[in-house]
């Protein structure tokens, strides 16, 4: 951890009397309760000092700021019913509390008969952290304006009472911790002091103390000691929020100057494990891409904290916090889109969906998490340069107003601080709304890749052995199984779903079987197989991908999970299109093996027409059938497909109910109906060799759709095997090929295991573009069969290059590159 000088202490709270400095902020927090401007409030010939004398004061004051939002009307839409609804929740919960040994309302019993670390004790801790979160309902109600109990005496007494009674029945300073570690040491005491700070000026010296001494013996300062365990990411900023506010509300310098420095090791790029990668991707749990759900918090945590601390004596100044400001665009943004964060970089957060104990029924989703994401990237950028803040304005302001699916200015995906600091943004003319970019990101060290161009969106979710199957634990995401074994997601421009494709009720209801792009053995799987927090993962390295940053061919060697199953899958991701290539597909489970061209959501009752080779198939449901030489199909609303040179397609309709419980047992037991039509190819019961080969056209039209599988000349596939695979669109000068073994195909040759993508341009030059996915190729020598008359540019790892009639590269160790493509750009002959 890096050591950074502390500031010379300030006065803390133990220089004054409690008393007196409760005074010195009482008048204060009193206006901003029932939300007078702070200027409102004077100093009195009494000897109370207006909040900005006194440092702990100031950042107390901006906590609740964050807390509460600012700058919007109460009487305005979306924030008048949304205060309304806030008010409404506070008094139910005020009227259903019952204190009570072991419990502070009868549906959330925290006391635990038995209490020790198993899943039982895990569920009575949860309601420890599910009591303080609706205390702080309750809190935020009384100060928000609007809401119906705004400065109410009976919310403030039942506040101050439940405050008491889970400080003197579970959490103070006696007790010892169970259950959930993140429950005692996150969870809970986040809650607590935001509500302490909330409701400031109304708590007793006693009250304050015992907060305090609670958090300190729950959260010591020995959590942030050692960058190691559950002390690492977004998990070290959750700690570093609860040190500094704690240090915050007693007025304790030395607290506040260690969470600033405690944040410092978030910072370097990671090579393994926690953290963040210079590829962009971010890893929590060891094992699992987690950009859109542990991401999350880190990024809202971060923002927060850089927005307290900044313009204090203990500001966040570490150099290296530009590697994380940096993420902003290598990071998140390319998981963005028009709002959503996609579901293959949040973990098992996807199967949160409707929560049973959610009085709302608000429905988290991938755009209720990127809407998150969005504002949290907005408050960062107070904290960022000049520059990075207008451009993330005006990212935010593009994936906002681009958003069909879910509209942020509902209120209904934010809370009011983040939603008053939306609508300012929305409102601002000056700010332009920055368009949807374009290009291919590979993210080899989270075995994940994205797409976009100006039809359509995309993203492959691979494994390895580095990489998780999918990650289930705490009972959630328990049927995840496939969505690591090349699960392909889309999106395409003016789809019939509006960017809600797997936000509609998708997780509870799809088969887990049949998730799109896929190749699974139908073997029947238990819930949570392969074990909890990412166990589950592949014996094998081969799995990443090769980009010129515009187009890309990726691969994955796939294992299945708990399965004999073998496949070799490659994708090659064009400006329409997307190749999608299969080849050595083995099992032996005396199970049927399928893989999946597309499984798309119709919604609860759509009747999107499919269209097989000219023919329209009936949109009853169920409904299925098989198509031995099929050519092409098309999903009205959604897109095309073309089968080169005719496969064997079987297709159907079914409706799908299903639950959240089923997939998280923390969910909802309502019944969730969805239609579905899948495309798969039926490889049968224990196939040897099997392969497949189908070009996904996002959005195209039925006669587009008709005219490329007419086009003989647009595609070659060169190779399709379990040691090759390869093809060539010579209209866009593009060539792709995963090399499984050395050998050659078409006009490339490679000695070693590679990924080759070759892009021709019209003014006369090529990028070569190579990965070494496994990490292991010490040396490699490619040759293109191609004149070349220079080299313009090359990598570090680049030993030698011939021009000429051919082109022969020499690479040095590519090994250590950490799967990163490689690019050298020649002038042709």
């Known amino acids: 951890m890096t050591s950074q000088t502390p500031p010379s202490p300030l006065p803390s709270l133990p220089s004054w009397s409690r008393r007196g400095f409760l005074a010195s902020t009482a008048a204060t927090g009193a206006a901003l309760a029932v939300g007078l401007p702070q200027q409102a409030v004077a100093a009195d010939g009494g000897g109370v000092a207006a909040a900005d004398d006194d440092a702990f004061a100031a950042l107390r004051a901006k906590w609740r700021s964050l807390c509460l939002g600012e700058g919007f009307s109460p009487t305005a839409e979306p924030f008048k019913s949304k205060l309304a609804t806030l008010g409404t929740q506070a008094r139910a919960w005020r009227d259903a509390m019952a204190p009570a040994d072991g419990s502070l309302w009868p549906d959330a019993v925290f006391g635990d008969p038995d209490p ?262 907005l ?111 889309w999106w395409a421009e003016g789809d019939s779903a509006g960017g809600g494709q797997y936000s509609d009720g998708y997780w509870p209801t799809v088969d887990p079987y049949r998730l799109p792009g896929t190749t699974v053995s139908r073997k029947p799987l238990a819930d949570g197989e392969g074990g909890t927090w990412g166990a589950a993962r592949p014996d094998t390295t081969w799995v990443g991908g090769a980009t010129d940053g515009t187009w890309a061919a990726l691969a994955q060697d796939v294992r299945g999970l708990s399965s004999t199953l073998r496949a070799k899958k490659s994708w090659f991701f064009l400006d329409d299109a997307v190749v999608c290539l299969g080849a050595g597909i083995t099992g032996a489970d005396g199970a049927g093996v399928e893989s999946v061209f597309d499984t798309r959501n119709l919604g609860a009752a759509g009747t999107s027409r499919l269209t097989v080779d000219g023919r329209p198939q009936p949109t009853r449901h169920p409904w299925n059938s098989a198509f031995p030489r099929a050519r092409w199909a098309h999903l009205a609303g959604h897109g095309g497909y073309v089968f080169p040179g005719g496969a064997s397609l079987t297709a159907l309709r079914e409706e799908r109910t299903g639950t959240w419980r089923s997939i998280n047992g923390g969910g909802s037991t309502d019944p969730v109906t969805r239609r579905y039509v899948s495309l798969l190819a039926d490889h049968g019961t224990d196939p040897t060799d099997a392969s497949y080969a189908y070009v996904l056209l996002p959005g ?88 070349v008359r220079s080299v313009m540019s090359r990598p570090g790892s680049l030993t030698g290059a011939e021009p000429g009639r051919e082109l022969r590269l020499t690479f040095g160790d590519l090994s250590a590159t950490g799967g990163v493509t490689q690019k050298v750009t020649v002038r042709l002959g």
Not at 356 to 371: E, M, N
Not at 404 to 429: E, K
Not at 743 to 755: E, F, K, Q
Not at 763 to 772: F, K, L, R, Y
């Open 379 to 489: 408050l960062l950028g107070q904290g960022a340069s000049a520059e990075e803040n207008a451009r993330w304005q005006a990212l935010a302001k593009g994936w906002y107003t681009r958003d069909r699916y879910s509209d942020v200015t509902t209120g209904r995906t934010l809370g009011v601080a983040a939603l008053s600091r939306v609508t300012a943004l929305l409102g601002d003319s000056a700010v332009k709304p920055a368009a949807e970019s374009t290009g291919h990101h590979v993210f080899p060290s989270m075995a994940r890749a994205t797409h976009r161009t100006k039809r359509f969106t995309a993203s492959v979710s691979m494994s390895s052995k580095a990489i998780t199957f999918y990650e289930n634990g705490n009972g959630e995401n328990v049927r995840g199984w496939h969505t690591g074994s090349g699960l392909l997601s």
């Open 116 to 377: 020790d670390t198993d899943t039982e004790s895990y569920g009575y801790s949860e309601k420890i952290q599910t009591s303080y979160e609706r205390v702080r309902t309750m809190a935020e109600a009384f100060c928000q304006p609007g809401t119906g109990v705004t400065a109410d005496a009976s919310l403030k007494s039942a506040v101050l009472t439940a405050l008491d009674h889970l400080s003197t029945q579970v959490y103070n300073k006696s007790r010892s911790q169970y259950g959930n570690w993140y429950n005692f040491q996150i969870g809970a005491p986040q809650r607590l002091l935001d509500i302490a700070i909330l409701m400031y000026e109304h708590l007793s010296a006693e009250q304050l103390t015992a907060a305090v001494e609670a958090i300190d013996h729950f959260v010591p300062d020995t959590l942030v000691a050692k960058y190691t365990g559950t002390s690492t990411g977004a998990n070290r900023i959750d700690l570093c929020r609860v040190l500094a506010l704690r240090g915050i509300l007693d007025g304790t310098a030395a607290k506040v100057a260690l969470a600033r420095d405690a944040v410092s090791p978030v910072f370097p790029y990671v090579t393994s494990g926690d953290g963040l990668y210079a590829d962009g991707s971010l890893i929590q749990h060891t094992y699992v891409p987690y950009t859109g759900s542990y991401g999350a918090v880190l990024i809202d945590g971060l923002s927060k904290l850089f927005a307290l601390l900044g313009g204090s004596a203990w500001a966040i100044t570490d150099n290296r916090r530009q590697i994380f400001l940096d993420a902003v665009e290598g990071a998140y943004a390319p998981f963005l889109h028009d709002g959503l964060i996609m579901d293959n970089v949040s973990g098992r957060a996807i199967s949160r969906g409707l929560v049973a104990t959610d009085p709302l029924k608000i429905q988290q989703d991938d755009h209720t998490r990127g809407h998150a994401i969005i504002a949290s990237i």
């Open 700 to 787: 195209a039209s039925e006669p587009r759709t008709a005219a490329r599988a007419a086009d003989r000349n647009w595609l070659e596939i060169d190779a399709n095997s379990g040691t090759r695979q390869g093809v060539r669109v010579p209209s866009l000068g593009f060539t792709g090929v995963t090399f499984w073994e050395p050998g050659t195909v078409g006009r490339v040759t490679v000695d070693a295991p590679l990924i080759v993508q070759i892009q021709e341009r019209r003014d006369g030059t090529a990028t070569v573009s190579v990965s070494d996915p496994n990490r292991a190729v010490k040396a490699a020598t490619l040759i293109w069969r191609r004149p």
